[in-house]
Structures are given as C-alpha cells and as structure tokens.
Nanobody, 121 residues
Framework: VQLQASGGGLVQAGGSLRLSCAAS????????MGWFRQAPGKEREFVAV????????YIVDSLKGRFTISRDNAKNTMYLQMNSLKPEDTAVYYC???????????????WGQGTLVTVSS
C-alpha cells in the first residue's frame, strides 16, 4: 500500500485546512485508515481513525468539534478537515493504513510521508 498525504500549509489561527491521503496498491475499501501528527520535539500522537466502510470514526477528545475524518472509497482517498486551527496544531500530519482498527502507531503497517501544517498566531 502506498499512501500520499497532501494539503498541509501555512494558515493563521482560526483558519481551516483539509488534508488528503490518497492510497494505491491495495483495495482501499478494505483498509482502516488513521491520522497521526508529530509536533516539533514531541512524539507522534494519534489523531483519528475511520473504518473501512466509513460508518465508524473516532477523533481524540481534545480535537473533537474541530477536526473531522472522512473517506471516499470511490476516490481511494481519506480526508482530515481541520477547523478553528490553533498554533498548537502545528505538526507534521501522517496518514496510516492497515486492516485492524487501532489508535496507536504500531497498529499500522503502511504510512504516508507526512504533510506539514503550520498555524501562525
């Protein structure tokens, strides 16, 4: 499975971005997909996960209400809509995939290269 994350950039606090993760190499609709992020000097942290069907999704409590995860199996793409961005959301955002539902990095075998999100104050 190859994953390509995109959509990062520089945005002012309060702004929005939508990240995309395009998948290829395996039936996308069979994969559980997740988002992680890693801020400068910090460990990678789990952000969100969505099941293969898209019927079930989870966002970490601290981001609920601002971030939304979704997927379009017809386009082999997963999304992370980020609203009301804060400077503390600044990080490299990674998409990941596997066949099991997980909220931790070891649960994913396939990773994208990351896309940088910078939120200015």
């Amino acid at each position: 499975v190859q994953l390509q994350a995109s959509g990062g950039g520089l945005v002012q606090a309060g702004g929005s971005l939508r990240l995309s993760c395009a998948a290829s190499g395996r039936a996308f609709s069979s994969l559980v997909m997740g988002w992680f992020r890693q801020a400068p000097g910090k460990e990678r942290e789990f952000v969100a996960v969505i099941t293969w069907s898209g019927n079930s999704a989870y966002i970490v409590d601290s981001l609920k209400g601002r971030f939304t995860i979704s997927r379009d199996n017809a386009k082999n793409t997963m999304y992370l809509q980020m609203n009301s961005l804060k400077p503390e959301d600044t990080a490299v955002y990674y998409c990941a995939a596997d066949q099991t539902y997980s909220g931790s990095s070891p649960g994913y075998r396939y990773w994208g290269q990351g896309t940088l999100v910078t939120v200015s104050s």
